[in-house]
């Protein structure tokens, strides 16, 4: 696809709800780019992506969201990724009351890549609940999953990180990382790294 996909949300009810599924062929290349926006107080919205890209596909996922302070977000992300195909996701959350991001990566095919980045920035009493998992199912599978935030006044962030390596994912590469800088004293984070290796 040579222009990238320009998904824009725009909450215009209290609840909302949603659903993305995002089939890539063999050999395709796409670039998709989501805005979720809200001005309405004390909104509810939920998301689930579901990915699929096939043999030697390639997927830029790329999510921002800027909700108002009130707002309640939960977010789930899947994507299997079959053999040569990669995947990079990346997330900004900022504002909103309470966020949720639940992403998984499967590399069920060998030589599959999937790449991870989370940005969060909050102030005031906000919470994010991050959890990012990577299931190598294969051999020369790669994954990556990097997270960063700022943090202000009462603002709390949940950060859990999976990377589970199976015993058929010889030559696996995996990285994991979290980083939060803690502008005042009463912000906090709470990182829990969780490494399930079978190879």
């Given at each position: 696809?040579a222009k990238p996909i320009v998904i824009s949300n725009t909450a215009t ?102 790449t991870t980045y989370t940005l969060y920035c909050g102030d005031a009493k ?74």
């Amino acid at each position: 696809v040579a222009k990238p996909i320009v998904i824009s949300n725009t909450a215009t009810a209290v609840a909302q709800a949603e659903s993305i599924l995002l089939v890539v062929e063999e050999g395709a290349t796409v670039t998709v780019i989501e805005r979720q926006t809200s001005s309405l107080q004390n909104v509810f919205g939920g998301q689930i992506i579901q990915v699929h890209a096939h043999q030697g596909s390639c997927v830029r996922y790329y999510a921002i969201q800027d909700h108002a302070d009130s707002a309640h977000t939960f977010i789930t992300k899947r994507a299997a990724l079959d053999r040569d195909a990669s995947l990079t996701w990346v997330d900004v959350l900022k504002n909103g009351k309470f966020t949720q991001l639940a992403l998984k990566n499967t590399l069920q095919g060998e030589g599959a890549s999937a790449t991870t980045y989370t940005l969060y920035c909050g102030d005031a009493k906000q919470i994010f609940d991050i959890n990012t998992e990577t299931l190598h199912q294969q051999k020369q599978t790669r994954g990556i999953m990097k997270a960063r935030g700022v943090l202000d006044g009462h603002a709390r962030t949940i950060y859990r990180g999976t990377v589970a390596i199976s015993p058929s994912s010889g030559g696996a590469i995996a990285q994991q990382k979290s980083e939060t800088l803690l502008m005042g004293g009463n912000a906090s984070c709470d990182a829990v790294p969780v490494l399930d290796v079978h190879h």
